[in-house]
């Protein structure tokens, strides 16, 4: 099962002493069931914020958000992996499994299959300090896949990672994807990375965020990070923040 999303008429307002600042303002926009949608624009266009409410982090905002089936798991994937700095990578992955009813044995045997598919069979016996920056953020997506979301969070999850690992976390997420269609939000500030990733990509613009561009990534997977195509996309997404940078100041 995978989930739909549907935002009509958002807006997020943040007030402080000094006075409000609107972080979305009016936003519609729906997510099909096991679609691939990737959001960028410039900083304090309300891209993590829009993320926050889909994970039902932030329910300050006016206006409507759905989450069909109401009932759906959904995971979250952050910039840094936040994982237990006293467990394993096995027991990292094993502690949601056992926070969701599974006995010890149960959530050992699955959390070492999810880590075999995140290519982590040899390290999950070693703790998050032995492992590489890219090493803890797959055993953080490991954990994500652990509940077995109908909807995947992320939010820019490769960009604090080296080129290279991150090539290969970015090719390793589609065919997960393509194994079983979740629906993913994607938000990034790479370009190039939501055009090879996803299905969808929608362009917010300068603070107060709004949606200038909704464009379909009309290319077959697999897909290659250096086919022209992918960079004609790109060329289109990076015409379109231009424009939205230019309706107001980046905060």
């Not at 959390?111 to 598919?117: D, Y």
């Not at 379909?216 to 939205?244: H, N, Q, T």
Request: negative net charge.
């Amino acid at each position: 099962m995978s989930a739909r999303l549907v935002f009509h008429a958002l807006r997020r307002v943040f007030r402080n002493g000094r006075g409000a600042s609107v972080a979305i303002a009016e936003l519609d926009m729906s997510l099909e069931p096991g679609s691939f949608t990737a959001v960028v624009g410039p900083s304090g266009s309300g891209k993590s914020t829009l993320l926050h409410i889909a994970a039902g982090l932030d329910t300050q905002f006016e206006g409507e958000f759905v989450r069909e089936p109401a009932d759906a798991t959904l995971a979250c994937l952050f910039q840094q992996p936040r994982l237990l700095p006293w467990r394993t990578a096995r027991d990292n992955v094993a502690f949601v499994l056992e926070a969701r009813g599974s006995s010890r044995a149960q959530a050992r045997q699955r959390s070492e299959e999810l880590l075999a598919l995140v290519g982590l069979a040899p390290a999950a016996a070693k703790f998050p300090s032995q492992l590489s920056g890219g090493m803890q953020q797959r055993v953080a997506l490991a954990r994500a896949l652990a509940v077995d979301p109908d909807l995947l969070l992320m939010d820019e999850p490769f960009s604090a990672l080296d080129e290279i690992t991150a090539a290969r976390l970015r090719e390793e997420l589609v065919a997960l994807y393509l194994q079983k269609q979740r629906t993913i939000l994607f938000v990034t500030h790479d370009i190039a990375e939501a055009c090879y990733l996803a299905e969808r990509v929608v362009v917010m613009s300068a603070h107060p965020g709004r949606i200038v561009a909704d464009i379909s990534i009309e290319l077959p997977r697999p897909r290659r990070p250096d086919d022209p195509r992918l960079a004609e996309y790109a060329g289109k997404v990076l015409a379109f923040i231009d424009d939205g940078m230019s309706e107001g100041a980046i905060s």
